[in-house]
């Protein structure tokens, strides 16, 4: 491999550790053990394992359309940073912010950032768009968890505004 490949690998590895260093920062704490929490939530170690894994795949697909096209599809890479700043975003929104409400918009429109990106990747190199599946999967039952702890605790919002 080309030093040139490297540098762009170790550039899609470290955007997507930087998106990932927001999991770590706003970490779940006491506030959200105390939250009403629907039967089927996936246990608390589930989440840096899933998310590992995920942003690695990401980091792997988003290399493998730089190699295809470079810098020629700007559409693609810009749809590829958004995404990855929502993802960050869902962090600060739910756990550092405590609000659930805006978390829930947050990773809607990163539901929709992935949508875009599988679409424009599938133009530019199938196999790295069937790559995000899974993650397009995860972000789904992340939001439909969001809604449903939102649901579930109505006084949450108002509760840490105090």
Not at 37 to 44: F, Y
Not at 110 to 115: I, R, T
């Given at each position: 491999?080309?030093h040139p490949?490297?540098?762009?690998?170790?550039?899609?590895v470290?955007?997507n550790?930087?998106a990932?260093?927001?999991?770590?920062?706003?970490?779940p704490?006491?506030?959200y053990?105390?939250?009403n929490?629907?039967?089927?939530?996936?246990?608390?170690l589930a989440?840096?394992?899933?998310?590992?894994?995920?942003?690695?795949?990401?980091?792997?697909?988003?290399?493998?359309?730089?190699?295809?096209?470079?810098?020629?599809?700007?559409?693609?890479?810009?749809?590829?940073?958004?995404?990855?700043?929502?993802n960050?975003g869902?962090?600060?929104?739910?756990?550092?912010?405590?609000?659930?409400?805006?978390a829930?918009?947050?990773?809607a429109l990163?539901?929709?950032?992935?949508?875009a990106?599988?679409?424009?990747?599938w133009?530019?190199?199938?196999?790295?768009?069937l790559?995000?599946i899974p993650?397009?999967t995860?972000?789904?039952?992340?939001?439909?968890?969001?809604l449903?702890m939102?649901q579930?605790?109505?006084?949450?919002?108002r509760?840490s505004?105090?």
């Open positions: 491999m080309d490949a490297w540098i762009a690998i170790a550039v899609f470290g955007l550790f930087a990932a260093t927001s999991g770590s920062l706003f970490k704490g006491v506030w053990a105390g939250l929490k629907p039967s089927w939530t996936p246990p608390n989440f840096p394992i899933v998310w590992g894994l995920l942003f690695a795949i990401n980091a792997w697909a988003g290399w493998l359309v730089w190699e295809t096209v470079g810098t020629g599809s700007p559409l693609a890479f810009a749809l590829y940073v958004v995404s990855l700043m929502l960050a869902w962090s600060f929104l739910f756990f550092g912010r405590r609000r659930m409400d805006l829930l918009v947050d990773v990163l539901w929709l950032s992935l949508v990106i599988i679409a424009v990747f133009t530019l190199r199938p196999f790295a768009a790559l995000l993650y397009l995860w972000v789904t039952i992340a939001s439909v968890l969001n449903r939102l579930l605790n109505p006084d949450a919002r509760a505004q105090a």
